[in-house]
């Protein structure tokens, strides 16, 4: 079978490999769809996502969906439609029950941060834990359920946040985990959802989502001192610190998007005067079951789908999904 690996910076390869055998508690799934995530873009750029370096061909890929293909235990049959939790966690220590997602000792699909690396999405056949599988409801087609992840990462940063009914929610940046956060802040009964970017693209896909307010930053910058809750999904020092600019006091702000490890510049001022709390956010836990009745209802936001492209067309997905003008959600469809 066939599976597209990063073997190194720029080397994009579709390569033969073995269909694997399942064990106990295992599962072979049949791919359909992988969403390229930031994850997978820096890898296959940089050859490393932050502190993880690829040393060995990695599968990338963790946003998926797709058909279960054998299930030893013959409770679920062929054909039966599915997303995973891409997340295995490490084993509970004292104080971490219900943060299992921080504890160490896990791994996510398509990453390097484990040794042997921890093979992802973009290949035909799957085998995964039988605890990974989440059924998906018959009006779910499988392109929305690709979202399934992102949304639950979106998900998570507004329980990050807190309580969202009645408050005011500015979203820094409308990349994919932006509009998903944008369209998941109104779920929660926000009162107001805002939205900015550099571009103005991102921005239409933004009010096709029903977001009211649009800011294209260097035009017209969100106003400071005005919202409740500012959730920052970029990772860029300016960003930052306009969305602490922008938090009124005793507001919110939280930092969706992975920032550098190096050291970086952010004016951090209005923290201490305006009194503000300052939240870090990071995958998800539980959320992926909220988000897949979510997708399930609302087809408006498969807008934030751009692009689906075949596997044999991959380089020119990881390159259009760079172009935050010309994309938002970029699909590769592994098999038909």
């Given amino acids: 079978?066939?599976?597209?690996?990063?073997?190194?910076?720029?080397?994009?390869?579709?390569?033969?490999?073995?269909?694997?055998?399942?064990?106990?508690?295992?599962?072979?799934?049949r791919v359909r769809y992988v969403g390229i995530c930031g994850s997978d873009l820096h890898y296959h750029v940089h050859g490393a996502n932050g502190a993880f370096v690829i040393r060995e061909p990695l599968i990338p890929g963790h946003e998926m969906s797709g058909t279960i293909e054998l299930d030893p235990q013959g409770?679920?049959?062929?054909?039966?439609?599915?997303?995973?939790?891409?997340?295995?966690?490490?084993?509970?220590?004292?104080?971490?029950?219900s943060i299992r997602h921080l504890r160490p000792g896990g791994s996510y699909l398509g990453s390097a941060s484990t040794w042997p690396h921890t093979q992802?999405?973009?290949?035909?056949?799957?085998?995964?834990?039988?605890?990974?599988?989440?059924?998906?409801?018959?009006?779910?087609?499988?392109?929305?359920?690709?979202?399934?992840?992102?949304l639950s990462v979106a998900l998570h940063a507004l329980t990050?946040?807190?309580?969202?009914?009645?408050?005011?929610?500015?979203?820094?940046?409308?990349?994919?985990?932006?509009l998903l956060t944008a369209f998941a802040a109104q779920i929660r009964q926000a009162d107001s959802v805002a939205i900015s970017d550099v571009l103005p693209q991102p921005l239409q896909r933004a009010n096709r989502l029903g977001v009211q307010h649009t800011y294209q930053t260097g035009l017209?910058?969100?106003?400071?001192?005005a919202f409740d809750v500012v959730l920052e999904c970029t990772g860029v020092p300016a960003a930052i610190s306009s969305a602490v600019r922008a938090a009124r006091p005793r507001g919110t702000v939280v930092q969706v998007g992975i920032v550098s490890a190096e050291p970086i510049p952010v004016v951090l001022a209005g923290l201490v005067s305006k009194e503000l709390t300052l939240v870090g956010t990071f995958r998800f836990d539980d959320e992926i079951d909220e988000a897949i009745p979510i997708l399930a209802a609302h087809p408006e936001v498969e807008s934030v789908i751009t692009q689906v492209m075949p596997?044999?067309?991959?380089?020119?997905?990881?390159?259009?999904?760079?172009?935050?003008?010309?994309?938002g959600k970029v699909l590769v469809e592994i098999g038909a």
């Avoid at 290949?123 to 018959?138: A, F």
């Avoid at 087609?141 to 979202?147: G, I, S, T, V």
């Fill in 120 to 150: 992802g999405a973009m290949v035909e056949i799957m085998l995964v834990r039988r605890d990974m599988i989440r059924l998906l409801p018959e009006r779910l087609p499988l392109q929305r359920a690709a979202l399934t992840a992102p």
């Fill in 220 to 225: 017209q910058d969100p106003p400071d001192n």
């Fill in 311 to 327: 596997a044999s067309q991959v380089e020119s997905a990881f390159e259009i999904a760079r172009d935050c003008a010309a994309s």
């Fill in 75 to 97: 409770e679920w049959a062929p054909g039966t439609t599915i997303t995973l939790h891409p997340a295995t966690f490490g084993p509970e220590l004292p104080g971490m029950e």
């Fill in 1 to 29: 079978m066939k599976a597209i690996v990063i073997a190194s910076a720029q080397d994009l390869q579709i390569v033969d490999v073995p269909v694997p055998e399942p064990g106990p508690d295992q599962v072979l799934v």
């Fill in 160 to 178: 990050m946040a807190g309580d969202l009914t009645g408050r005011s929610v500015l979203v820094i940046g409308a990349g994919p985990i932006g």
